[in-house]
């Protein structure tokens, strides 16, 4: 603890808060602490051993307890206070706060290491109110929502304003997802709990200064630690909520664009899918399911009988197929629809000043805004929702809710539009969630949406990163979008598979993205009619390589569907950047071009026209083996590899564990009852494991209810001896209805001279590297393998 008092005193010689600040007093009351000072007063509560809130509350303004994005109850844990003439310390196992008395200075620790400290902490600038603190010159700090800026974020003033980028290639300064949460290098975050419009301003002025400006609202930030970024993000998902174990179809094929006519082109779609045998399980309608056309319409949200005369025959028709129907729908009702007399005379828009209905024109055409914040806009809005699930609809589809144009003079219930502008699009997904759990509680919600605020993710929502443009630029710009969105708790963050803005026809482009796509959380391909985005539409040759990328995904659904189960357990995001597994790296720290897809897939996408090599780095703690070769590469080494047009370079960690099937046409064939489970050897690495997480992949908490098998499997190799041995068991919840299996082992990176199962001697195919071993599985039991070298 002197340590840190040193540290401290050290800090405040060049660092010293506002002058003008004076301590007066500081009480404990029911585990928080109290700080009252000149202008206003502390309130520094702890969440949890790594999670600690603080709140400074100016002279003239009461404490607002609500937030909108934690959900987390503090712990009922010891943080220790203690007090003498210089200093007050705050302490948990995880976090210490130091508040110096005089000159006031807050300062926050992570096992004696300074993190950061207040500057001037409260200030006031243009009506502005403002929170800013010093930072390490050397850290890279992520964070702000959705940006194509480049991952060290250190530099720029990021405004607070969910706002679409159409058309967006290698950079966006503003997009849909503002979050106003900043990560460090340090491994550290800091979340400014306040949802009102700002900027969030990362050292601009080089002055090593972190800085937080609002326009009104909480001035609460929480800063969280992890001994690991999965700690971390553990942590920070703990804090604003996990999100919900998606249903298995959602990790499989979409086809969708802007937009299908008719029900017959809906039909005739779905139609080549089946005859070409490429799987698919769901198809996306755009806006034309209520409208012909594109402007005027908007806020019927009900069928055109004209274009889609059976819709709920159409429905039952694809259900039957196992194809899901997802319908957009979007916040704005038109003077213009069916709908505008009805929610004027309902009174769920937001209004004016004079509490009319507030219009205004938008490319769509003159408009108002549903008020989700009032209960009887939510009402309204759900029960549209309720009637078309009941139609037999399996997902909603949210556009436009930054809100796309939301002008400063709207009133809704819960504020002036800029104070809920940037949770419009996170409460919209809320009364879409909380409307499931009340009137569909046993369905998992499917809710695309590309707005939304810190925690949205605990509603289930799927976000995309907008109108990106369709061009190299476009998917360049995607690995940095949704590795950082992951790390703020949006681990689903994907992107419209070729691209969506303009008429840029490139096949190349198209398959390089799809092959991207197998390793990222949405594979749902979406873009103008221009050019064609289902595989179904291209050319033979273009249909053949896309095919074959869409048969991966669903080859791939045993690993990522235990990806999902992960993400829905720990927080854990899908896609990771490179310095989750060398945190102490600084050559990592800003790397975007390759990524880890879970823990054991590395993957490099070609983002650029006619490579033919490219340069990678293999992270040190295992040597790593070519997804489709099997070649290997040394850990800890940067090499030069070839790059060929049927696959992206894909790398799978040596010691790893890998479950696939064979190709299904939709994730209702899908089974465990027959599967390969890939084991990928490797000298260096003497001990691993992995598992499989089964469930009925529809239903909600099967987890927590027991509907759930999770299956493990470990590697362990003995050197000297030359054996690997291999135990496959299972952990089966009670109310699990679990099956015998037929497991195709298949053992990479070896030459075997025999092999036992449980003891007996058995026969093996062997190839070039590979062996394959037929393993019966009896539910309830274990199997061991045994390999002799």
Same mark, same amino acid.
């Given at each position: ?13 060049? %660092? ?20 009252? /000072? ?42 220790? =206070? ?13 976090? =210490? ?35 800013? %603190? ?47 949460? =900043? ?25 090593? $200064?972190?800085?937080?400006? $609002? ?53 005739? $779609?779905?139609?080549? %899918? ?137 009133? /809704? ?17 809320? &009364? ?46 995607? $690995? ?69 990328? =869409? ?85 800890? /080494? ?61 239903? /909600? ?9 999770? &299956? ?78």
């Amino acid at each position: 603890m002197k340590k840190i008092f040193f540290l401290l005193f050290i800090t405040s010689l060049s %660092f010293a808060q506002n002058a003008n600040r004076k301590f007066i007093s500081c009480k404990e009351n029911k585990g928080i602490l109290e700080i009252s /000072t000149s202008d206003g007063f502390y309130l520094i509560k702890p969440y949890s051993d790594k999670i600690i809130e603080t709140s400074f509350i100016p002279k003239g303004q009461s404490f607002n307890p609500i937030s909108e994005a934690v959900v987390l109850t503090p712990k009922k844990r010891a943080s220790k =206070v203690s007090e003498n003439k210089k200093s007050i310390t705050l302490s948990t196992s995880g976090i =210490v706060v130091s508040i110096q008395k005089f000159p006031f200075q807050i300062s926050y620790f992570n096992q004696q290491k300074l993190l950061f400290s207040e500057k001037n902490g409260y200030s006031k600038k243009d009506n502005n109110e403002i929170l800013d %603190f010093n930072i390490d010159s050397s850290e890279v700090l992520y964070g702000g929502g959705e940006r194509a800026l480049g991952m060290n974020r250190r530099g720029n003033r990021l405004q607070l304003y969910n706002r679409a980028s159409y058309g967006y290639e290698t950079h966006a300064d503003l997009m849909n997802f503002c979050i106003p949460m =900043v990560l460090s290098s340090k491994i550290y975050a800091v979340h400014f709990d306040n949802s009102a419009i700002g900027y969030l301003d990362l050292d601009s002025k080089k002055d090593n $200064t972190l800085e937080y400006e $609002t326009i009104s609202g909480r001035k609460t930030y929480q800063v969280i630690v992890g001994d690991s970024w999965t700690d971390l993000i553990s942590n920070y998902t703990d804090l604003t909520g996990k999100q919900p174990l998606p249903a298995r179809w959602t990790l499989g094929n979409f086809s969708s664009r802007f937009g299908y006519h008719s029900q017959e082109e809906v039909e005739k $779609t779905i139609k080549k %899918f089946e005859d070409d045998k490429i799987p698919v399980d769901a198809i996306i309608l755009d806006l034309y399911w209520f409208g012909k056309e594109v402007k005027g319409t908007m806020g019927n949200l009900a069928w055109d009988k004209d274009k889609f005369p059976h819709p709920t025959k159409m429905i039952a028709d694809l259900n039957a197929k196992g194809v899901k129907t997802v319908l957009i729908t979007e916040p704005f009702v038109l003077t213009t629809s069916s709908k505008w007399q009805e929610a004027v005379d309902k009174k769920i828009l937001a209004t004016d000043d004079k509490g009319n209905p507030f219009q205004y024109d938008f490319y769509f055409g003159n408009t108002g805004i549903i008020d989700i914040f009032k209960p009887e806009g939510a009402s309204w809005f759900w029960n549209i929702y309720k009637n078309l699930i009941n139609q037999g609809v399996g997902g909603l589809w949210g556009d436009l809710g930054e809100p796309e144009v939301f002008p400063s003079e709207a009133r /809704t219930a819960a504020g002036k539009a800029d104070e809920v502008h940037n949770i419009y699009g996170h409460n919209w997904a809320k &009364l879409i969630a909380e409307g499931y759990k009340k009137d569909f509680p046993k369905v998992r919600p499917f809710i695309l949406m590309r707005a939304g605020f810190s925690g949205s993710q605990r509603f289930g929502m799927m976000p995309w990163s907008g109108d990106v443009s369709r061009s190299w630029g476009g998917l360049q710009s995607q $690995t940095e979008i949704a590795l950082q969105m992951g790390m703020q708790g949006m681990g689903y963050m994907h992107s419209d598979l070729g691209g969506f803005a303009g008429d840029y026809f490139d096949n190349e482009l198209y398959i390089r993205w799809l092959q991207y796509g197998v390793f990222q959380p949405i594979f749902r391909p979406h873009a103008q009619e221009d050019v064609a985005s289902e595989p179904v539409y291209k050319d033979i040759i273009t249909k053949a390589k896309a095919k074959k990328q =869409v048969e991966l995904r669903y080859q791939l659904l045993p690993y990522n569907y235990t990806l999902a189960f992960e993400n829905s357990q720990k927080g854990t995001p899908l896609m990771r950047p490179l310095f989750f597994e060398e945190p102490n790296n600084p050559k990592l720290a800003t790397v975007c071009e390759s990524y880890l897809w879970g823990n054991d897939f590395l993957v490099t996408p070609i983002t650029k026209p006619g490579i033919t090599s490219t340069t990678i780095y293999f992270p040190k703690n295992n040597n790593w083996y070519d997804f489709y070769t099997d070649e290997k590469q040394m850990a800890g /080494t940067t090499a030069t590899v070839s790059v060929v047009e049927d696959h992206i370079p894909v790398y799978v960690r040596g010691g790893a564990f890998i479950p696939m099937i064979k190709t299904i046409l939709n994730t209702s064939k899908y089974s465990l009852d027959n599967f390969d489970l890939h084991y990928y050897f490797d000298a260096k690495t003497t001990n691993s494991s992995g598992n499989l997480y089964n469930d009925n992949g529809t239903t /909600t908490f099967t987890f927590e209810k027991g509907e759930y098998e999770l &299956l493990n499997f470990n590697g362990n190799f003995n050197g000297n001896g030359k054996v690997i041995v291999l135990k496959l068991d299972s952990e089966i919840g009670k109310n699990f209805q679990s099956a015998d299996k037929n497991v195709n082992l298949i053992i990479h990176n070896i030459k075997a001279k025999t092999i036992t199962v449980d003891g007996k001697i058995v026969a093996f195919k062997a190839n070039k590297n590979t062996v394959e071993i037929p393993v019966s599985w009896k539910k309830g039991t274990g199997v061991e393998i045994k390999i002799q070298l």
